[in-house]
């Protein structure tokens, strides 16, 4: 691993991922931006997204007839690009305002004063204008949907500008982020139908648990520097227990999912993604190591795989109800 004094000497923060395009393409005045908006880590958008796309799908093959085209049973790709663009843009937007809120926090922390704020390398001033402009990025994508996904989008920018003190203030902001990150387990089904239904609910439900779990998993890495300036969380909180906790956490999303996928009456294949899913999160339990730093960002990274296995399980859902006729 690069040390860490190389790679801020090098204006990247220390636990900057290497070889990285943000740092092959693009200008190095422009580093700090991309650092702010974490360009250079895909994870925290690719999970953001995945609630999204889950919901567009399932509300694409709800109440799924075997007369039904294959058109109609899969999300709109246009739907699935907005997504992915808002998911980007509102994610570094989200970033960059925690760093603004959290600079001093930060400043403290072996594994983050070397950000852009804490270090110097952009003023407050000029993240803020960043963050606005990210922002509007989000606004227009916003503005693709219904009047109805519109105003829930919007609804969730409360718990967004709450997030960042929330750790300050209880053992749980691993819940705040999640009631955030899984917003769009309701978005994708409102831009379908203009309502949130049981099954978007459900779905939402799900994605909060699952959220608190892998990012207590995360936080287990600066366990020790919280305890230190005061930071709470739930990988304090649970402590040895979190392996027990993540039971709990994983087992009640995989039943929301489920119970989801079941009440909005899809296809009973899109279950296999579920089942694969369930796997995966076991194998994230029984080899976690709290202690190991490397190990559980590792792990937490290894959810985007959870985000693909319950997606391609509902497109193949889709697949088998519109294919079975013709075999």
């Not at 204006?11 to 360009?39: K, T």
Request: net charge neutral; glycine share 8%; aromatic share 12%.
């Amino acid at each position: 691993m690069e040390p860490i004094q190389s790679k801020a000497a090098q204006g990247r923060v220390a636990d900057a991922p290497s070889g990285h395009w943000v740092y092959r393409i693009l200008p190095r005045r422009l580093w700090p931006y991309a650092q702010l908006a974490r360009w250079d880590r895909p994870i925290g958008w690719q999970l953001l997204l995945w609630p999204c796309w889950w919901s567009a799908a399932l509300a694409a093959s709800a109440y799924a007839r075997p007369e039904d085209s294959l058109a109609s049973l899969l999300p709109e790709p246009w739907t699935l690009l907005l997504f992915l663009v808002g998911a980007i843009a509102m994610r570094g937007a989200g970033c960059t305002y925690n760093d603004i809120v959290d600079e001093n926090i930060d400043n403290q922390v072996e594994r983050t004063r070397s950000r852009p704020l804490p270090s110097g390398q952009v003023t407050r001033r000029q993240a803020w204008i960043f963050l606005v402009l990210q922002a509007l990025v989000g606004l227009a994508v916003l503005l693709q949907f219904n009047d109805f996904a519109i105003l829930l989008g919007l609804c969730s920018l409360v718990i967004v500008a709450a997030y960042p003190f929330m750790k300050r203030i209880t053992n749980w902001p691993q819940l705040v982020l999640g009631l955030a990150f899984s917003w769009g387990a309701l978005m994708g089904w409102a831009a379908e139908f203009g309502d949130v239904d049981a099954p978007a609910v459900l779905l939402y439900a799900g994605a909060i648990l699952w959220t608190i779990g892998y990012d207590t998993i995360y936080a287990h890495q600066d366990k020790e520097d919280d305890a230190i300036v005061g930071v709470r969380s739930t990988a304090r909180l649970f402590g040895d227990a979190t392996q027990t906790w993540l039971v709990v956490l994983y087992g009640g999303a995989l039943m929301c999912f489920a119970v989801a996928i079941a009440t909005a009456q899809a296809p009973v294949v899109a279950l296999a993604g579920v089942i694969a899913a369930a796997a995966h999160m076991a194998r994230q339990i029984l080899t976690l190591d709290i202690d190991d730093p490397d190990q559980c960002l590792k792990l937490f990274k290894s959810n985007n795989q959870v985000g693909w296995l319950i997606f391609i399980g509902l497109i193949g859902g889709a697949l088998w109800v519109a294919l079975k006729p013709m075999v």
